[in-house]
């Protein structure tokens, strides 16, 4: 399968955080979660794929092509949504497309215009009038409306109602569907990945934990739970973290296929993203 994302041993250094030998590959035609707690480098990782800011060693080819030596020429065919949005509160519809069609030379008015009709987005109305949905709606017609092969999206349904994102995540998958187009997308909202999902890329301060299929990881991981005489008897080896509660102990494991085997006597539970999230950031500092 060919992939439209590949970042290989990606490094970049400050005085108080590295992003450490980042590596990651994103297929053609699939949408990676890209998941990871506050201030675990993904905002700076998408920073780095735009060419905002410098990379102290590694590579990143989009299309195939390095993102320094060809930034225009990819630049062309991405879509960006980044969390705090990028237009003046006091432009209009009209305005965003004039600049956007400025920019970009794919521009599509009337596919924009079509968005705006989909996301029932007033012509009149000033950005700062908006509601946070129909600022982010916003966004995300603009970034769709010069036809790019690639979404890059920081948090884009951060804060918003359930109505609003599932509103958007369809979208999402429209997008995606003639398998020639992919989305890379930043969340902490893991329900979202959970349904639209093909790859789930874990950071965890600066380090990739996993970079797997959903499907994969979610089979992989399981929850053991027991009390703490049993937990006695969990092989260290096998424990990726450990919790205790009112009602005994809950320790992620990963096989959980073969942890049912070898802990025969005790339930294992299925466990999501927000749980195995959770166990690796919690578990380091119990």
């Known amino acids: 399968m060919e992939n439209i994302l590949e970042i290989r041993d990606l490094s970049k250094k400050y005085e108080n955080f590295e992003l450490n030998n980042i590596n990651l590959s994103l297929p053609k035609g699939t949408i990676m979660g890209f998941v990871g707690e506050n201030g675990a480098g993904k905002t700076t990782t998408i920073s780095l794929i735009l060419n905002m800011i410098h990379r102290d060693s590694g590579t990143i080819n ?3 092509l390095d993102n320094q030596k060809h930034e225009q020429e990819i630049k062309e065919q991405i879509g960006v949504v980044l969390a705090e949005g990028f237009f003046s509160l006091t432009m209009r519809n009209r305005d965003v497309a004039s600049v956007m069609r400025r920019l970009y030379r794919n521009w599509d008015d009337a596919l924009f215009k079509s968005y705006m009709e989909k996301f029932a987005l007033p012509e009149k109305k000033m950005i700062k009038d908006y509601s946070s949905g129909m600022r982010m709606k916003l966004c995300i017609a603009a970034a769709l409306s010069h036809h790019p092969k690639l979404l890059l999206l920081d948090e884009p349904t951060s804060g918003l109602d359930p109505i609003v994102r599932s509103e958007i995540l369809d979208v999402f998958l429209e997008f995606i569907q003639d398998e020639e187009h992919s989305i890379f997308l930043s969340s902490h909202i893991t329900s979202d990945l959970e349904r639209i999902a093909d790859y789930i890329t874990f950071l965890h301060k600066g380090n ?31 424990v990726i973290g450990c919790r205790e509660n009112s009602f005994g102990y809950e320790v992620l494991v990963q096989n959980k296929q073969d942890m049912k085997r070898k802990y025969s006597h005790m339930v294992i539970d299925d466990c999501g ?7 690796y950031v919690k578990g380091e500092e119990e």
């Open 273 to 279: 993203i927000d749980e195995i999230m959770l166990f």
């Open 62 to 64: 989009v299309f195939g």
């Open 208 to 238: 990739i934990v996993f970079s797997q299929t959903k499907d994969d990881m979610l089979d992989s991981y399981g929850i053991i739970k027991c009390g703490r005489n049993d937990v006695s008897q969990i092989d260290k080896a096998d």
